[in-house]
């Protein structure tokens, strides 16, 4: 869905750093060298950045308004 704040293994906070990943991922730069730019050192949060699948958009036609 969403990246979660926090690395589940550290604890470290990864979240604010997602947009700028994206951003530098989508310029054409390469994974590794993206994720050493936005300063994810630890390969417990790198594996986070990596792993992660945007379902968001999928999911989201389903949800119900609720009232």
């Known amino acids: 869905m969403i990246i979660p704040v926090r690395c589940f293994s550290c604890g470290g906070i990864i979240a604010h750093k997602w947009e700028e990943f994206n951003e530098k991922k989508d310029a054409g730069s390469d994974i590794m060298t993206a994720l050493d730019e936005v300063g994810l050192d630890r390969y417990c949060c ?6 992660h699948i945007e379902l968001i958009d999928e999911v989201a036609p389903f949800s119900a308004p609720r009232q």
């Open 46 to 51: 790198r594996r986070m950045f990596v792993s």
